[in-house]
C-alpha cells in the first residue's frame, strides 16, 4: 500500500471519528448504556453500517447499494436514539427522519440501479478513494441528522408548543417540495419527447434545483423545531441545516449536476437563458428582468 492510499484511509478514518465525536460533544445528557452515551452508540453504528457494506461495494466496484445504506444509517441512527428515550417528544421528532430516509433511499436507489452515479465512476475502482465516500456518508448521516438527536436524547424534553409545530410544518413544506421536484423530474425523464432535454417545467422552472431547495427546508425545520431543547454544546446542532447547505450547494449536490449540465447544453442559448433567468435555489420576488428594466 502507497503513502498516497495510506493518507486516503487516514482521512476516511478522519471524517468518521468526526462524525462521532460531534454527536458526543452535543449530546452531554444522553442516557449512557453502561460507560458510553446512546447518542454516541448510534453514531458509531453509522461508521460500522458503513464500513461492513463498503467492503462488498469495493470488491465489486458498485455504487448501487450507497444511497440505500445511507437512508438505513438513517433509520438505524434513529431507532437505537428511540430505545433508549421512548416518549412522546421523542416520537414526534423520529418520524420526519424515518419517513425522509425511507423515501429518499428508496428512490435514489431505484435511480443508481437503473442508472447508475456519474459521481462514483472514478473513485468506485480505487478502494482507498471508494472508501472515503463511505467514510463521508457516516458524516453526513450524523451531522444531519444532529438536531434530532439532540433533541430526542433529552431527559427532561418540554411539552411541544409553537416553536416545535412551526419547525414541524417547514420541514413538512420542504419535503413536499422535495417529493414533488423529484417525481417531477422523473415523469420528464420518462417521456420520450424530452429525451436530451433539460427540466425547466413545473417547480424546475421557478429554480433550478427544487428538490435540493425542499431538502435544505426540511432540515432547517426540525432544527428549528429542536430548538426549545438545545442548551450549552446542544447548540451544535446547527451543523444539522448549515452541514447539508454547505454539502448540497457547494460540495457534491450542485456544483457537479451544473458542470455536468453545462458540459451537455452549455452552448444551447434556451439553457444559457434559463441558466441565467432561472435561480439556483430559492425564488426570487422580483425577477431579473424587472430589476433591469429602465
Same mark, same amino acid.
Given at each position: 500500500m502507497n503513502s498516497k492510499a495510506i493518507g486516503l484511509i487516514?482521512?476516511?478514518l478522519a471524517?468518521?471519528?468526526?462524525?462521532v465525536a460531534v454527536v458526543?460533544?452535543?449530546? @452531554?445528557?444522553? +442516557?449512557?448504556?453502561?460507560?458510553?452515551?446512546?447518542? /454516541? =452508540?448510534a #453514531?458509531? &453504528?453509522?461508521?460500522?453500517l458503513n464500513a461492513v457494506a463498503f467492503i462488498p461495494a469495493a470488491l465489486s466496484q458498485t455504487e448501487r447499494y450507497y444511497d440505500l445504506v445511507g437512508a438505513a444509517s438513517?433509520?438505524?441512527?434513529?431507532?437505537?436514539?428511540l430505545s433508549g428515550a421512548a416518549n412522546v417528544s421523542a416520537l414526534i421528532f423520529a418520524i420526519p427522519p424515518i419517513v425522509w430516509a425511507s423515501r429518499l433511499g428508496v428512490f435514489l436507489a431505484r435511480r443508481a440501479h437503473r442508472e447508475g452515479d456519474g459521481r462514483f465512476d472514478a473513485i468506485k475502482v480505487r478502494p482507498a478513494r471508494f472508501a472515503i465516500a463511505w467514510?463521508?456518508?457516516s458524516l453526513w448521516v450524523n451531522l444531519t441528522n444532529l438536531a434530532v438527536t439532540v433533541a430526542i436524547v433529552h431527559p427532561s @424534553?418540554?411539552? +411541544?408548543?409553537?416553536?416545535?409545530?412551526?419547525?414541524? /410544518? =417547514?420541514? #413538512?413544506? &420542504?419535503?413536499t417540495v422535495e417529493v414533488a421536484a423529484d417525481r417531477q423530474k422523473s415523469a420528464f425523464r420518462a417521456a420520450p419527447v424530452n429525451r436530451g432535454r433539460f427540466i425547466d417545467v413545473g417547480l424546475w422552472s421557478?429554480?433550478?434545483?427544487?428538490n435540493y431547495a425542499g431538502e435544505i427546508t426540511a432540515w432547517v425545520g426540525l432544527f428549528v423545531a429542536a430548538v426549545p431543547r438545545l442548551h450549552g454544546m446542544g447548540w451544535l446542532a446547527v451543523l444539522s441545516p448549515l452541514f447539508v447547505f454547505l454539502l448540497l450547494r457547494f460540495g457534491s449536490g450542485i456544483p457537479l449536476l451544473e458542470a455536468r449540465g453545462q458540459a451537455k447544453w452549455g452552448d444551447a442559448p434556451a439553457y444559457r437563458r434559463y441558466f441565467a433567468e432561472v435561480p439556483r435555489l430559492f425564488p426570487r420576488f422580483v425577477s431579473r428582468r424587472s430589476r433591469e428594466a429602465p
Open positions: 487516514a482521512a476516511a471524517a468518521a471519528a468526526l462524525g458526543w460533544a452535543a449530546t @452531554p445528557l444522553s +442516557p449512557h448504556v453502561g460507560a458510553f452515551p446512546l447518542a /454516541a =452508540l #453514531a458509531v &453504528g453509522m461508521v460500522l438513517t433509520l438505524l441512527s434513529t431507532a437505537i436514539l467514510a463521508l456518508q @424534553p418540554p411539552a +411541544p408548543g409553537i416553536i416545535e409545530a412551526l419547525g414541524l /410544518a =417547514l420541514w #413538512a413544506f &420542504g419535503f421557478v429554480v433550478r434545483h427544487p
